[in-house]
């Protein structure tokens, strides 16, 4: 088992920046591909981005270039900075993992609202 806790969404207005933390706890050290996923009010969830255990990293196209997706594996900790916020942006974001078991787990989200 693995326990996702995300933290670091608020409220920011249009062009401004978040870093969001996911920590992992439990059985972290099977963690392989970690990601971030959003759902917007009314829309399904979305893969933002992902992240393997050697750093290769996938984005979804819009939004390349504004959001970086990063983790220590030494904390057990993802992050998503997220820079040039737009109001279509705002979402529940949610950590989720797979694990070398072919397990998969998600966090509870944290909500990113932009709005002026």
């Known amino acids: 088992q693995v326990q996702l806790v995300e933290s670091g969404g608020g409220l920011v207005q249009p062009g401004g920046s978040l870093r969001l933390s996911c920590a992992a706890s439990?059985?972290?050290?099977?963690?392989?591909?970690m990601a971030w996923y959003r759902q917007a009010p009314g829309k399904q969830r979305e893969l933002v981005a992902t992240?393997?255990?050697?750093?290769?990293?996938n984005y979804l196209d819009s939004v390349k270039g504004r959001f970086t997706i990063s983790r220590d594996n030494a904390k057990n900790a993802l992050y998503l900075q997220i820079n040039s916020l737009k109001p279509e942006d705002t979402a529940v974001y949610y950590c989720?993992?797979?694990?070398?078991?072919?397990?998969?787990?998600w966090g509870q989200g944290t909500q990113v609202t932009v709005s002026s």
């Open positions: 989720a993992v797979r694990t070398a078991f072919g397990s998969d787990y």
């Open positions: 439990g059985s972290a050290f099977s963690i392989k591909t």
């Open positions: 992240i393997t255990t050697d750093g290769s990293t």
